[in-house]
T-cell receptor
Framework: ETGVTQSPTHLIKTRGQQVTLRCSSQ?????VSWYQQALGQGPQFIFQ???????GRGNFPPRFSGLQFPNYSSELNVNALELDDSALYLC????????????FGSGTRLTVV | GENVEQHPSTLSVQEGDSAVIKCTYS??????FPWYKQELGKGPQLIID?????GEKKDQRIAVTLNKTAKHFSLHITETQPEDSAVYFC???????????????FGKGTKLSVKP
């Protein structure tokens, strides 16, 4: 059984650029959620995808968008990067849209300069 | 919306002592309360969780208690070991269905240091 894998592990981007982060869900999981974790803070919910559709969204602007593919892998896209977007981005997978039993990946550390 | 407060922000104990971390939540509709351990450079790892129909749950050295009336829940670690050193997060959720209703709301974390 494989866990949740995220790529890349680290990334440096310039303000105004666009970035795509990738996530492969744990085997058998069909729901993926993305969280943003600023330094010294708890993770904050960005959005969740279930059956390839957005299934809920936190308090993040539309420049944060996502995709879920038929194989349950997922992407997080952020346009017009701002300095405050610097954070650890975490992907979590689970079954059937549930919050129970989330499995988190190790995250992508994004630095915006 | 839901708000989760976590205390203390840092906790230092001697190896073998017990550690207790406390959280309070604001939304009485929350029904699922997981605890995560996050080590440096890693994602959060679920260590124990409790649902609102249960008052206490134990797994070896780790236990969680829930007081629905007071809207608070606590993590208890007994016989602490140096490898327990990490940041611990509590979270609350409406649980069964995901999306914006069921997503996890996290506390700000507790940095636990266990001294040998």
């Amino acid at each position: 059984e494989t866990g949740v894998t995220q790529s890349p592990t680290h990334l440096i981007k310039t303000r105004g650029q666009q970035v795509t982060l990738r996530c492969s869900s744990q085997s058998g999981h069909n729901t993926v959620s993305w969280y943003q974790q600023a330094l010294g803070q708890g993770p904050q919910f960005i959005f969740q995808y279930y059956r390839e559709e957005e299934n809920g969204r936190g308090n993040f602007p539309p420049r944060f968008s996502g995709l879920q593919f038929p194989n349950y892998s997922s992407e997080l896209n952020v346009n017009a990067l701002e300095l405050d977007d610097s954070a650890l981005y975490l992907c979590a997978s689970s079954l059937a849209g549930q919050t129970y039993g989330y499995t988190f990946g190790s995250g992508t550390r994004l630095t915006v300069v | 919306g839901e708000n989760v407060e976590q205390h203390p922000s840092t906790l230092s104990v001697q190896e073998g002592d017990s550690a207790v971390i406390k959280c309070t939540y604001s939304d009485s509709a929350s029904n699922y309360f997981p605890w995560y351990k996050q080590e440096l450079g890693k994602g959060p790892q679920l260590i124990i969780d409790i649902r609102s129909n249960v008052g206490e749950k134990k797994d070896q050295r780790i236990a969680v208690t829930l007081n629905k009336t007071a809207k608070h829940f606590s993590l208890h670690i007994t016989e602490t070991q140096p490898e327990d050193s990490a940041v611990y997060f509590c979270a609350a959720s409406k649980g069964h269905y995901g999306g914006s209703q069921g997503n996890l709301i996290f506390g700000k974390g507790t940095k636990l240091s266990v001294k040998p």
